[in-house]
């Protein structure tokens, strides 16, 4: 990558790589991470005044489905 | 699904699939989207109307209760979307039969989401054409072919 300090290079080459494994992830487990995107997104939108609510599935727990590898 | 799957035995939907950022989701790393699009098919009525009021009185008889312009459905918000034009015909008719967590489901191919995405061309749109395009397994020829038939080759 032209111009770019090697350190920020591996950084950029990584978040690359965990978007690729996070694509590869079973759908059910993507279904968890979105929920998960929703509960973080929705104090942001809430305090532009969006209304928004992150999905409430039976059966699907969110605590720990982000940040595992 | 499971009530997707009861509305489409039950003659209320021809047939459906998965589409928009949640379609997209299952071949890329998860979008975020508050609600769940599903393209239908429906069945005409004896008069040849096509209407989904037959569809949303038997969500509202199940208990389900309309938002804006979704129904919640278990929890989730689904925009029932019917079929527009020839592209989304198409693309229903070729869904991928998928499991989700026991059940069977319906979601459209990448490719046809690609040029769904295209041919709707909103910015959000883009973005998610792009990142199809990076980490979907994607038949090109396939996706070439539906392109050039519906005229999205210069998008």
Redesign the interface.
């Known amino acids: 990558m032209d111009g770019v300090n090697p350190e920020v290079a591996r950084i950029f080459a990584a978040k690359e790589g965990r978007r690729q494994t996070l694509a590869r992830l079973p759908f059910p487990e993507k279904v968890r991470a979105i929920i998960k995107l929703q509960e973080m997104a929705a104090t942001i939108l809430r305090a532009r005044g969006k209304s928004v609510r992150p999905w409430r599935i039976v059966g699907i727990d969110t605590d720990d489905s982000l940040g595992k590898s | 699904m499971q009530v997707l799957n009861e509305l489409e035995q039950e003659g209320l939907l021809s047939r459906y699939a998965i589409g928009g950022a ?1 379609g997209a ?10 609600d769940l699009d599903v393209f239908i098919v429906l069945p005409r009525t004896v008069a040849g109307l096509l209407t989904l009021a037959p569809l949303y009185d038997a969500l509202r008889a199940r208990g389900y209760t309309e938002e804006n312009e979704c129904v919640l459905i ?4 689904v925009q029932f979307l019917p079929a527009y034009n020839f592209l989304v015909e198409e693309a229903l008719n070729q869904a991928r039969e ?1 499991v ?2 026991d059940v069977p489901a319906r979601v459209l191919r990448s490719e046809h989401l690609i040029a769904i995405f295209l041919q709707t061309g909103r910015s959000k749109d883009r973005d998610r054409v792009r990142i199809l395009r990076e ?2 397994q994607l038949d090109m020829n396939f996706l070439a072919d539906i392109l050039r038939r519906h005229q999205l080759e210069e998008e």
């Open positions: 949640m989701t299952f071949y890329t790393e998860p979008f975020l989207t508050f278990e929890g989730v918000p998928i989700y967590e980490q979907a």
